[in-house]
């Protein structure tokens, strides 16, 4: 594969971002491809190679790069501009269609990015029950911001460097941990910290450690134990929003937050963050209350019509039905594979609907577990895949997406290379 001009370009973006780069996932050793163009479930580089793309923009492009419908609408909307710095139709539209199908956000804020969703959502968590201290999950991720930096997930595991510096240890002494999946551990947590716990921020089904699914009751039980003890609720679903079904794994599991954070898929593929739900809560959040929160990009024209339309496209069921279908066929290919190598004691498939990731350990049920996953054979794994014409999140602990404009060729495409890349780091 002649990578020659991807090579050269990071030579000099090198010199010019940190790690030659504008956020770090993407800085794939010995250098990334640079992308040239994309269209449907592929991606281009500049060097003219074309790739299976099973990254997706690591989760807004549920429909595929560039879909017809929603560059037409994005299209349309900018002959009106595309920044007003007033109030517009589309914010309410918009919010009545994601209110359909997230009935738990009574009055919700849009905002820009997924980091400012979680940002606003403790915010108000806090100004609301007037207390410090938040419980994340270990390896959860909420973003970049300072006080959900502590074994956030992804990014940070792979560079080995779990907390940042730049981040006072006092702004996260507020910050409690408990694993994911274990009951006792947030029971005794909130038990010891009574009264002094605003919320409980995590993702409902963990996508920033691979996938990582919930046991069962395991969500119903935090609901209880938060409910219990008078703290709020926040699911971030920033990447499970509008991707396992319509509603989220809260509309999946059955569960009701007190707040919802949402972004990625919300967006259409434009930047989008929004945080909402219980009305008493969202008062606080200023102009109505005392809650600061702001952005001169918030509800853009732009990423609000790129999101409505990509709900809309979703709304016959027919995206859904089709991406579950295809996740479940691929999951079931994936383990027959690895089974027919004979390799099942070193690699485990993992996933739930459009989410799927291949686990270089046993599978995992929280950080911990997942952290002991062998990283140098998935780099081994991934390089090859790549050679092999399927782009996968360039991390053991990144989750992989379908997308609707994935065929039974791309599923034909993947598992064919699943297997020669098992075969030749076996
Ligand atoms: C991506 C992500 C975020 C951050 O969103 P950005 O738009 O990248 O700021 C927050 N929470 C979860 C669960 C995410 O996957």
């Not at 991707?243 to 930047?271: C, H, S, W």
Request: hydrophobic letters at 40%.
């Amino acid at each position: 594969m002649d990578q020659d001009q991807s090579a050269q370009l990071y030579e000099e973006a090198k010199l010019l971002f940190p790690g030659g780069v504008s956020s770090p996932v993407r800085a794939i050793r010995p250098f990334p491809f640079y992308t040239k163009t994309a269209s449907g479930s592929h991606i281009t580089d500049v060097d003219g190679n074309e790739f299976v793309d099973c990254c997706m923009a690591y989760g807004p492009l549920i429909l595929g790069h560039a879909h017809p419908v929603v560059r037409e609408a994005i299209a349309k909307q900018l002959e009106h501009g595309w920044i007003y710095g007033t109030p517009a139709e589309q914010e309410i539209m918009y919010a009545r269609k994601i209110q359909a199908h997230y009935p738990g956000m009574k009055m919700l804020r849009f905002v820009n990015t997924g980091t400012e969703a979680t940002m606003g959502a403790i915010r108000a968590a806090r100004g609301f029950t007037g207390r410090d201290k938040i419980v994340k999950i270990e390896g959860g991720f909420h973003g970049a911001h300072d006080a959900v930096l502590v074994r956030a997930g992804s990014g940070a595991a792979t560079m080995g460097t779990p907390d940042s510096l730049g981040v006072p240890v006092d702004f996260v002494k507020n910050t409690l941990q408990v694993p994911f999946n274990d009951v006792g551990a947030l029971e005794e947590t909130l038990s010891s910290h009574k009264d002094e716990v605003a919320c409980l921020i995590m993702e409902p089904v963990m996508g920033n450690m691979g996938p990582i699914l919930p046991k069962d009751m395991y969500l119903r039980a935090v609901r209880n134990i938060t409910r219990d003890h008078d703290v709020l609720l926040i699911l971030d679903e920033i990447i499970t929003g509008f991707r396992v079904n319509m509603f989220g794994a809260q509309g999946y599991y059955g569960v009701e937050p007190d707040l919802t954070t949402l972004g990625k898929i919300a967006g259409g593929g434009l930047p989008i963050g929004v945080f909402g739900g219980r009305r008493d809560i969202m008062e606080t959040v200023a102009p109505q209350g005392g809650v600061y929160q702001a952005g001169t990009y918030s509800g853009n024209p732009l990423s609000l019509i790129a999101g409505m339309t990509t709900v809309e496209v979703m709304e016959t069921g027919e995206v859904h039905r089709k991406l579950n279908a295809m996740g479940k066929a691929l999951y079931q290919s994936l383990v027959d594979t690895v089974r027919s190598l004979n390799m099942q004691d070193l690699v485990t498939p993992t996933g739930i609907s459009s989410m799927f990731q291949l686990f270089f350990g046993p599978q995992p049920s929280n950080y911990d577990e997942a952290l002991k996953a062998d990283r140098a054979k998935f780099e081994g794994f991934w390089r090859h895949m790549l050679q092999n014409g399927v782009f996968f999140p360039p991390s053991q602990f990144e989750t992989n997406f379908l997308s609707a404009a994935h065929t039974q060729s791309d599923l034909d495409r993947i598992v064919a290379a699943c297997r020669k890349s098992l075969v030749a780091i076996k």
